[in-house]
């Protein structure tokens, strides 16, 4: 029973202590600037990223004068390396009917060029850059760009054969625009 009440003695003596060093902070004003700073202070903005859609206008250098293709793709993105073949087969097609098809790749150039040679793809223009600046949220990505850089289509994803056919009739039925 002794050392109950040494106990009882003891939190009540510590609860005491505890009061009065809150009671000190409250009244110094110092409580709100410790305890609540965060509170007070509003979060951080996170920046909004713009996805790609159509009749957007792409910032340079995809303003060219004329309808265009973007390819992006990422290293170590599986749905990109599965789509290789596809790419090969619009390359090709790009090639014969004149079209212009861009790359567009994260992190260096080096690396970019490094990927697409071991993946037998030679795009004839390569660029790169932070791909969510670009408005690519997702990889791979096919963007079909008007003159003036609007966009006219995206597309996201390991495509399904209805949409290769699709981004292949867009090369083979248009030549140029302007």
Same mark, same amino acid.
């Given at each position: 029973?002794?050392?109950?009440?040494?106990l009882?003695?003891?939190?009540?003596?510590?609860?005491?202590?505890?009061?009065?060093?809150?009671?000190?902070a409250? *009244? @110094?004003?110092? !409580?709100? $600037?410790f305890f &609540?700073a965060? =509170?007070?202070?509003?979060l951080?903005? /996170?920046?909004? #990223?713009?996805?790609v859609?159509?009749?957007?206008?792409?910032?340079?250098?995809?303003?060219?004068?004329?309808?265009?293709?973007?390819?992006?793709?990422?290293?170590?993105?599986r749905?990109?390396? *599965? @789509?290789?073949? !596809?790419? $090969?087969?619009? &390359?090709?097609? =790009?090639?014969?009917?004149?079209?212009? /098809?861009?790359? #567009?790749?994260?992190?260096?150039?080096?690396?970019?060029?490094?990927?697409?040679?071991?993946?037998?793809?030679?795009?004839?223009?390569?660029?790169?850059?932070?791909?969510?600046?670009?408005?690519?949220?997702?990889?791979?990505?096919?963007?079909?760009v008007?003159?003036?850089?609007?966009v006219?289509?995206?597309?996201e994803?390991?495509?399904?054969?209805?949409?290769?056919?699709?981004?292949l009739?867009?090369?083979?039925?248009?030549?140029?625009?302007?």
């Amino acid at each position: 029973m002794k050392d109950l009440a040494k106990l009882l003695e003891l939190f009540a003596n510590l609860s005491i202590l505890f009061l009065a060093i809150l009671g000190l902070a409250v *009244a @110094s004003g110092r !409580f709100s $600037a410790f305890f &609540l700073a965060d =509170a007070n202070r509003p979060l951080p903005s /996170v920046p909004s #990223v713009r996805r790609v859609t159509p009749g957007q206008r792409l910032p340079k250098p995809f303003d060219a004068d004329r309808q265009h293709l973007i390819v992006a793709l990422q290293l170590g993105c599986r749905f990109c390396d *599965a @789509s290789l073949p !596809f790419y $090969a087969r619009l &390359l090709e097609a =790009a090639r014969s009917h004149g079209f212009p /098809v861009s790359a #567009v790749l994260p992190g260096s150039s080096e690396s970019a060029t490094a990927y697409l040679r071991s993946a037998s793809l030679s795009f004839p223009d390569v660029k790169t850059m932070s791909l969510p600046d670009l408005g690519v949220l997702g990889t791979p990505t096919v963007i079909l760009v008007a003159p003036g850089g609007i966009v006219k289509a995206e597309w996201e994803g390991r495509l399904s054969p209805q949409q290769e056919a699709e981004v292949l009739h867009v090369v083979r039925a248009v030549r140029e625009v302007r």
